[in-house]
């Protein structure tokens, strides 16, 4: 059953240029809420501006465009803000031995650390006004590594701990926190891996030199249309269950590979678990 709130609805999205976080601004809007849709380009930020939305340009890896964008929405809300979508994120593809320090900060910055910042500075706005929803976009990386992707499924993996705590902590406060786990989602998600592959990784040495060809090759040339890959859509499914039901879920998964993964982790021993993975990724190394 849907739950009452008043009107308007507040709602502060990151990530909004293009793919779920797009999908979802438009959605919600829709909806009736009144969406803050962001992203970090000033030209996404102009784009989403004609498409009729409110956008702001919020960058998680720095901390004064997430200082800078909140000030805004407290603005144009009088410090009310009913809901909080932290979709921004990329994947930084590579082995985890040929991640450098900065390489993995970088991620880190961006899937955890900026994620958390907005979300700490968005709760003091929620505990004033006795309420609030927060919901993560996570991954099935955030509960099953796959190898090649050990940035990514770091900041995952950190971000449904944190998640997990800051939920139990937020208990009897009227905040509810939430994470949708999506397998694979149509969007650019693949082109920005593959730019960050290019930037950061040195294909040349190394240990995994004639994998990364492989990888590469599979970045370059995905397009979204797997067996198993739905459109964004089927995350925004999720993503209104958890603004609007009266008692949303703590994990929504999205896709075949999340729900078979979750089960099949919960049957299987590490080592039984590591040879499902590596099987199910085999193409890309072979």
Not at 14 to 32: E, L, N, Q, V
Not at 143 to 169: H, I, M
Request: hydrophobic share 40%; proline share 4%.
């Amino acid at each position: 059953m849907p739950e009452h709130r008043e009107t308007p609805r507040n709602l502060l999205i990151t990530g909004c240029s293009s793919g779920i976080g797009h999908a979802a601004a438009h959605a919600m809007a829709k909806r009736g809420w009144r969406v803050f849709a962001t992203a970090r380009r000033e030209q996404d930020v102009a784009r989403l501006e004609e498409e009729g939305l409110e956008a702001l340009r919020l960058d998680l890896a720095d901390s004064a465009s997430i200082e800078a964008a909140l000030e805004d929405v407290r603005e144009r809300t009088d410090g009310r803000l009913t809901a909080l979508f932290n979709n921004g994120a990329y994947g930084q593809p590579g082995a985890v031995e040929d991640l450098s320090r900065d390489v993995l900060r970088e991620q880190l910055e961006t899937n955890l650390l900026g994620t958390h910042e907005l979300t700490t500075r968005v709760l003091p706005m929620m505990r004033a006004q006795g309420h609030g929803r927060i919901v993560h976009n996570s991954s099935v990386l955030g509960f099953a590594a796959l190898p090649y992707r050990g940035a990514y499924v770091c900041s995952k993996f950190a971000l449904e701990g944190l998640t997990d705590t800051l939920r139990q902590e937020l208990t009897g406060s009227g905040i509810h926190i939430s994470l949708i786990q999506p397998g694979p989602i149509a969007s650019r998600f693949r082109e920005n891996a593959h730019a960050a592959f290019k930037a950061n990784i040195d294909t040349t040495h190394g240990a995994h030199v004639d994998t990364y060809g492989k990888v590469e090759a599979r970045l370059a040339s995905e397009d979204g249309k797997g067996t198993f890959t739905l459109g964004p859509e089927a995350v925004v499914a999720k993503l209104i269950h958890a603004l609007e039901h009266r008692r949303p879920r703590p994990r929504y998964a999205v896709t075949v590979p999340t729900h078979l993964f979750a089960a099949l982790k919960r049957v299987l021993s590490t080592r039984g678990m590591d040879r499902l993975l590596l099987r199910a990724t085999r193409s890309e190394r072979e």
